[in-house]
């Protein structure tokens, strides 16, 4: 299974998410980030998400960003988006029904429904991307049992 993380930039929420995740699941698994804006393409994530990833233990500094592209719809399973904006966005570059249906707000995914959005933590603090990272974890522990079997 091949699961897509996407945020804005993806330098902050998606690599975070992307790491965490990696750790949860199983060999066979594959799991990739991408934002839907090409504003920080081949960059490394925010030293801060690095920093907030390595506190707990997961090395996300050598991910490089990059947007979301049109095959990324052929080959990912689910594409799970940290924020309504963004999921409007990756769904409006689906072209077919099957394509729309990977498409999944990641809190929502998670069973939360009252605050379905991660928020954006890159104009905060070192807080903002712990409560982030935070967020982030327990939601991947909830959708790594929905689809490990």
Not at 45 to 63: E, F, M, Y
Request: charged content about 25%; hydrophobic content about 35%; some cysteine.
């Amino acid at each position: 299974m091949k699961i897509l993380m996407v945020c804005l930039g993806n330098i902050c929420r998606s690599p975070l998410a992307e790491g965490i995740m990696k750790t949860k699941l199983p060999s066979g698994f594959f799991v990739d980030s991408a934002g839907t804006i090409s504003m920080h393409e081949g960059e490394h994530p925010d030293k801060r998400a690095i920093k907030t990833a390595a506190n707990h233990g997961i090395d996300i500094s050598k991910q490089r960003s990059r947007p979301i592209t049109r095959k990324d719809f052929e080959n990912f399973d689910l594409i799970y988006c940290m924020d309504i904006d963004i999921y409007g966005d990756v769904v409006s570059k689906t072209h077919s029904e099957e394509e729309r249906q990977k498409v999944f707000l990641f809190l929502e995914a998670a069973g939360n429904h009252e605050n379905a959005e991660v928020p954006d933590p890159y104009w905060g603090d070192m807080n903002d991307f712990e409560d982030v990272y935070q967020l982030l974890d327990n939601a991947c522990n909830i959708i790594r049992n929905q689809i490990v079997i």
